[in-house]
């Protein structure tokens, strides 16, 4: 690719990823919010299926990607359990104490709603689409990482960033090696439904952020 070609994309890359998040803050409107990541994703997607060339094929298999992911979430897990209850007991286990209905319905539409279209722009598109700029390895991750800890801003709170800034290199992670957008998602939906479960939600949720 030309030098002016990266140049394009690489500005594309930060009307889109920084600021996207950037007007949603500002507006603080939650329609907003939804048709920039339910639009941005099917976008994202239909140009994936389009690009998408018949030889890729992923660096790990299938079986060894599940191995590892379970094997990671379950040394991760208990840790960020004990660092929910250590911190504020009060809140453990709040929601699904507290509102049992709301909790397994997040923990059912959370996947579906949410995380698969993060993943998709945040992983595969970034992936795909700006490997000319970032490439395949550890370009990739940290840009995908980035971007994805600094969309989390609009919760206005630091633990929210850090958090996801730290998920974001295991998911790019997860992707760059298994180019699964099933495996990705499933692993950044357990740890999500692990937050929303153990009490951390409230730092992912806008109506508390935004009044």
């Not at 299938?62 to 009060?90: D, N, Q, Y």
Request: net charge positive.
């Amino acid at each position: 690719m030309r030098p002016y070609g990266k140049s394009l994309l690489l500005a594309e890359f930060c009307v889109l990823f920084t600021a996207g998040p950037a007007l949603i803050l500002f507006l603080r409107e939650r329609w907003l919010m939804i048709a920039i990541l339910w639009g941005g994703s099917v976008l994202a997607y239909a140009y994936l299926r389009i690009a998408r060339r018949p030889d890729e094929v992923p660096r790990t298999s299938f079986g060894e990607m599940v191995k590892r992911i379970l094997m990671r979430f379950a040394v991760i897990a208990p840790a960020v359990t004990i660092l929910a209850w250590t911190a504020s007991p009060g809140d453990f286990l709040s929601f699904p104490r507290e509102n049992p209905r709301i909790w397994l319905l997040v923990i059912v539409l959370y996947p579906l709603l949410s995380v698969w279209p993060q993943e998709v722009l945040y992983r595969a598109l970034i992936y795909k689409r700006y490997a000319p700029i970032f490439g395949e390895g550890t370009g990739y991750v940290i840009a995908s990482a980035l971007a994805f800890g600094y969309m989390h801003i609009i919760f206005l709170n630091w633990i929210a960033v850090a958090m996801t800034l730290v998920g974001g290199f295991i998911f790019a992670d997860n992707y760059r090696k298994g180019r699964s957008l099933t495996l990705v998602s499933i692993e950044h939906a357990l740890y999500g439904c692990l937050i929303f479960t153990v009490g951390l939600g409230r730092f992912f949720y806008v109506g508390a952020a935004w009044g």
